[in-house]
Nanobody, 113 residues
Framework: QVQLLESGGGLVQPGGSLTLSCSAS????????MGWYRQAPGNQRDLVAV?????LTTHAESVKGRFNISSDMKTVNLRMNMMKPEDTAVYYC?????????WGQGTQVTVSS
């Protein structure tokens, strides 16, 4: 079992920056990938960015050039720059380990003036 603790959500103005962090504990050996997803009201949960244990990263088209994911496979960070109102959502940390997805509880990010 993997436990995930997220932090860093909150309110930010358009054009501002925010960093989300997620720390994994418990059975963390064998983590294959760590990432962030987001879900806005009425929408499905979508991938924001993911990083593999080999260091390969994937960012959604909507955040390329603005967001950056980094991780040491114990903690995963998402640096969000030039934020837009459409980035408003609940952000969920995800850890993939031996084919099993583990989810954090979610943290609210609101981009508004």
């Amino acid at each position: 079992q993997v436990q995930l603790l997220e932090s860093g959500g909150g309110l930010v103005q358009p054009g501002g920056s925010l960093t989300l962090s997620c720390s994994a504990s418990g059975n963390i050996l064998g983590i294959a990938a760590m990432g962030w997803y987001r879900q806005a009201p009425g929408n499905q949960r979508d991938l924001v960015a993911v990083i593999t244990s080999g260091g390969l990263t994937t960012h959604a088209e909507s955040v390329k050039g603005r967001f950056n994911i980094s991780s040491d496979m114990k903690t995963v960070n998402l640096r969000m720059n030039m934020m837009k109102p459409e980035d408003t959502a609940v952000y969920y940390c995800n850890v993939s380990r031996f084919g099993v997805n583990n989810w954090g509880q979610g943290t609210q990010v609101t981009v508004s003036s």
